[in-house]
């Protein structure tokens, strides 16, 4: 079984920055694509930031030159650095994942959410 559990989320003033953490957890062989999504009252789940096998990078233009999507050294936790945060990024954030099994299965997981709130 393969999880991904995040943290990182609060509340914080416009301007201000979190961090974000995606702690992947269970029976691994690799990890392909991470993701981080964000779902706003009201509103559909939208991408937020990708981050491929090879490590390239996208971001949704709203959050381009604001959020960085990483990755630690042992590759199983994935960070969404955000900046300059702006009421409108106000939202339940949850990350999703690709894997690939110890029994060779492909998976896909989502994390529980974690909720970003932005005072103005």
């Known amino acids: 079984q393969v999880q991904l559990v995040e943290s990182g989320g609060g509340l914080v003033q416009a301007g201000g920055s979190l961090r974000l953490s995606c702690a992947a957890s269970g029976s691994i062989f690799s990890i392909n694509a991470m993701r981080w999504y964000r779902q706003a009252p009201g509103k559909e789940r939208e991408l937020v930031a990708v981050?491929?096998?090879?490590?390239?990078?996208d971001y949704a233009d709203s959050v381009k030159g604001r959020f960085t999507i990483s990755r630690d050294n042992a590759g199983n936790t994935d960070y969404l650095q955000m900046n300059n945060l702006k009421p409108e990024d106000t939202a339940v954030y949850y990350c999703?994942?690709?894997?690939?099994?110890?029994?060779?299965?492909?998976?896909?997981?989502w994390g529980q959410g974690t909720l970003v709130t932005v005072s103005s």
């Open positions: 981050m491929t096998t090879g490590g390239g990078t």
């Open positions: 999703n994942a690709d894997f690939i099994t110890v029994l060779g299965r492909y998976v896909r997981v």
